[in-house]
C-alpha cells in the first residue's frame, strides 16, 4: 500500500522559514519523479517543485530563489525548504510521487497535505 506522509506546515509570518517533510512508503522511492503541489482556497492546485531520479530539480517561478526541493532516497523522503515566505504561499502543499518510464508518466501518488499559513 503506497502511502506518503507530509509533515512540517504552520503558520508564521511573512519573511519566515518552513521546512516540510514527506516519508513515503510502499514504493521502490528513487524509482519515482517526486513533486511538491500546493492549493491556495478557490484556486487550482499548481506544481511548486519537482525533483527527477538524478537529483534534477525545476521549480515554478513564483518560488525560485526562495524554495528549494530535496530527497534523500536512503530515508525515503523528501523536502521541502522554504525561505522569505509570502502570503501568497498560504496554501495546503501535498507530495507527489510519480514514475516515469518510457515517455510516459505514470499514476500520480499522493499525500494528505499539510497546511501552511503565512500572516502578513
Known amino acids: 500500500q503506497v502511502q506518503l506522509v507530509e509533515s512540517g506546515g504552520g503558520l508564521v509570518q511573512a519573511g519566515g522559514s518552513l521546512r516540510l517533510s514527506c516519508t513515503a512508503s510502499?514504493?521502490?522511492?528513487?524509482?519515482?519523479?517526486m513533486g511538491w503541489y500546493r492549493q491556495a482556497p478557490g484556486k487550482q492546485r499548481e506544481l511548486v517543485a519537482r525533483i527527477t531520479r538524478d537529483y534534477s530539480a525545476n521549480y515554478v517561478d513564483s518560488v525560485k530563489g526562495r524554495f528549494t526541493i530535496s530527497r534523500d532516497n536512503a530515508k525515503n523522503a523528501l523536502y521541502l525548504q522554504m525561505n522569505n515566505l509570502k502570503p501568497d504561499d498560504t496554501a495546503v502543499y501535498y507530495c507527489?510521487?510519480?514514475?516515469?518510464?518510457?515517455?510516459?508518466w505514470g499514476v500520480g501518488r499522493w499525500g494528505q497535505g499539510t497546511q501552511v499559513t503565512i500572516s502578513s
Open positions: 510502499g514504493i521502490i522511492f528513487d524509482l519515482y519523479v
Open positions: 507527489n510521487a510519480q514514475r516515469f518510464s518510457g515517455g510516459t
